[in-house]
């Protein structure tokens, strides 16, 4: 396979990294003015497996709810149709691209970074007083999954990618360029827009290491841009290579924030990092997370 375009690259592979069937109801339940809360939270029920995992998610630190919620169309009274839309569509993209070779990538650290991004980029987006925090957490969470459609449909090249990129961030989007022509940011783009994503998290994906480039969504651009490389510090450290060293500085202006504010909500989040890893992927990795 050897496609010119991430559009191209998608459009051969939709049937592959399609989301489960419940995911696209929701998704246009969410979307039509018509469908209740009640007909969403039905649809939800047919999958006792999803039903479980959301309930956990809603009764989980992370929202801190006052009471135990233990039914479904209680849980959209409290987080509302929308979020529970999006945590139905990265509860269902955590079990998606099994099968790439553990030499490339290290699942658990994929998921434990894409989490981390999701839960950082939440909490800065409440700095920020952006006006919808929580879609920053499925934004952040889906941010890099351009680079899973490249590593397991394109494993040459990305042995390649992976070589002239060090393991080092910064260096990722550059190596793809040169080797594909286009880069892990374009796939994870084309892909959200196939799922019929809200273009903020399209958007946002394809300008996550390149935010000022932007010119819709240019707020949760910053800021996933931002939470990425603390993230991505927090999974992979180096004691040589900080991948906040190459944050731009235009994100700092566009947010508002600073290196040492952000630094500060990384260390009274990690509980939540573990928690929710847990939930979505399994055993949560505690040698990283910060207390």
């Not at 603390?230 to 290579?241: N, R």
Request: aromatic fraction near 6%.
């Amino acid at each position: 396979m050897n496609p010119k375009t991430a559009k191209e690259l998608v459009a051969s592979i939709e049937q592959v990294v399609s989301l489960p069937e419940v995911c696209l109801r929701i998704n246009e339940m969410v979307e039509d003015e018509s469908s209740s809360a009640d007909d969403i939270s039905q649809v939800i029920m047919q999958d006792a497996n999803l039903s479980a995992r959301l309930l956990r998610l809603v009764n989980s630190a992370y929202y801190g709810l006052p009471g135990k919620v233990a039914t479904i169309s209680r849980a959209i009274t409290f987080v509302g149709t929308t979020e529970l839309r999006d945590l139905t569509l990265v509860t269902a993209s955590c079990n998606l691209f099994s099968g790439i070779p553990s030499s490339m990538i290290n699942m658990k650290d994929f998921w434990h970074f894409s989490i981390a991004t999701g839960i950082l980029s939440r909490q800065f987006a409440r700095q920020c007083i952006q006006l919808h925090p929580e879609r920053m957490f499925v934004i952040g969470v889906l941010h890099d999954i351009g680079r899973l459609v490249v590593l397991w449909h394109l494993t040459s090249q990305a042995r390649d990618i992976l070589l002239i990129a060090h393991g080092k961030n910064q260096l990722f989007a550059g190596a793809e360029e040169e080797v594909l022509g286009f880069t892990h940011c374009d796939v994870g783009y084309e892909l959200a827009q196939s799922w019929q994503l809200p273009q903020s998290i399209s958007n946002a994906i394809r300008h996550h290491h390149d935010p000022a480039s932007a010119t819709e969504h240019l707020l949760e651009s910053a800021i996933l841009h931002i939470a990425q490389a603390l993230a991505y510090d927090l999974v992979w450290p180096s004691e040589t290579d900080s991948s906040t060293d190459s944050i731009d500085a235009q994100a700092w202006g566009i947010t508002g924030l600073s290196l040492e504010q952000c630094r500060e909500m990384l260390g009274e989040v990690g509980l939540q990092i573990m928690e929710l890893y847990t939930l979505l992927v399994g055993n949560a990795v505690r040698r990283r997370t910060p207390a």
